[in-house]
Each structure stands twice: as structure tokens, then as C-alpha cells.
């Protein structure tokens, strides 16, 4: 059984759009998704970027947040067509993970907002799909979840690409999997959080995940 990890890109619908955010206050920009194999060894990617229904343009503050342009947008096709696609390459057998529950809770919502919560393969894909934020935290003992940064940075690896890129977000997600699979890197991983936290003053800042905060609509 293979192993899929997930990063969605998100923008939010418009607040003029009440009836629309009343199921989902937001689109879905940019799918990205690596798989590993049985050897946790990556054998297989996917990135594609979203054409939402209503968002018109990317706000400035997002497009500086994702790197992504209203240009990317307006050349990408919508998610009734993306969506399946990535359900196809996803396959039959795996598990699917992603960095805290907000994308599965995103799928579930857009699809019904846009009549696509029938799609064939969506049920398997929900019913395999693991928080790994909350499992990492679990594993090293913390009482809080943090954002992907700040777990990359404790456990002593670099980021690879650009934070709030899909494909780059997923790929990191996945090394982190991995290195709380082997016992050496995790011995070491729970070291350097133990080292971390040992004498900390907590703050205001160590309450929040502000990684998952979303900026107000423009």
C-alpha cells in the first residue's frame, strides 16, 4: 500500500458571496501531492493549479503568500476536472496523509458547494485519510500543534522549495514522515524538540498555529 501526501492551496470566495460560504469560504487554487512507496522512497508526484468559480482574481496578499497569479488561475481547469484526475492518479490502494485536517475538510465542503461529493473514489480517499500534524505532535509528547515551518525547523531539516507551494508543502510533509519512521531520526528528532522546549517561557506566540490563520477578503 502506497502512501499519498497532500497540500491544497486555498483562496477564499468573496464575502459578497454569502450563500456560497455559507457551505465553503473557500476554493481550491492548487493541488499538490507526492507518493512514496513501501520503501518510503518518493516514486510519484502530481501539482496542478485550480480555476475557481468565484474567485476573479488572486488577491495580492495570496499571491505573495503562494507565489500563485490570477494568470496560473485563468490557464488552469476548474475542479471538476482536476479533482478527478487526482483521484485517478491516487490509485486503489493507499493512505493519505496531509498537515492538519483543514484539506480534507475543504474537499468535503467544495464538492458539495460545487455537486461533485458523488465523485467515485472520494469516499475510499476519505475513509484512508490521516492527520499527520496531529500524529507528529502525538509522537513527540507536545501539547500544542505548529505549523509545517516550525516542524521542518525542530527537526533540523531544510525546506525544500518555497512554503505555501503545494507540491513543495506535500514533499516536505512526507520527509517528516519519514523521518519519524526511522528509529535514528526520530531518537534524534525528540532530542532536538526536548532541547527546544527544555527552559522555554512560553508566549502568546506558542498558543496559536498562525500558519493557519486566513487573511481577511480584500
Avoid at 501531492?33 to 475557481?52: G, H, K, M, Q
Avoid at 467515485?120 to 509522537?139: I, K, S
Amino acid at each position: 500500500m502506497h502512501k499519498i501526501f497532500i497540500d491544497l492551496e486555498m483562496h477564499p470566495i468573496p464575502r459578497a458571496l454569502k450563500e456560497q460560504r455559507e457551505i465553503c469560504t473557500q476554493e481550491i487554487i492548487e493541488i499538490g501531492a507526492v507518493t512514496l512507496d513501501d520503501d518510503n522512497r518518493e516514486i510519484d508526484s502530481f501539482c496542478e493549479f485550480v480555476r475557481p468559480d468565484y474567485v476573479p482574481r488572486i488577491y495580492t496578499k495570496f499571491q505573495k503568500l503562494t507565489g500563485i497569479t490570477t494568470a496560473d488561475i485563468e490557464q488552469a481547469s476548474p475542479l471538476p476536472e482536476v479533482l478527478p484526475r487526482f483521484v485517478k492518479w491516487c490509485g486503489e490502494d493507499y493512505e493519505i496523509f496531509s498537515w492538519s485536517d483543514s484539506d480534507i475538510w475543504q474537499i468535503m465542503n467544495e464538492t458539495t458547494l460545487k455537486n461533485l461529493a458523488d465523485l467515485p473514489g472520494l469516499r475510499y480517499m476519505y475513509n484512508h485519510w490521516h492527520d499527520f500534524q496531529q500524529e507528529f505532535c502525538e509522537l513527540l509528547h507536545l501539547q500544542k500543534v505548529m505549523n509545517l515551518g516550525r516542524a521542518v525547523t525542530l527537526a533540523g531539516l531544510d525546506f525544500t522549495g518555497r512554503e505555501h507551494d503545494g507540491l513543495a508543502d506535500a514533499r516536505t510533509t512526507s520527509r517528516l514522515y519519514v523521518e519519524s519512521r526511522d528509529s535514528k531520526s526520530f531518537d534524534r528528532l525528540r532530542k532536538l524538540v526536548i532541547d527546544a522546549f527544555s527552559g522555554h517561557t512560553f508566549t502568546m506566540g506558542d498558543m496559536f498555529d498562525f500558519g493557519t490563520i486566513s487573511f481577511p477578503d480584500e
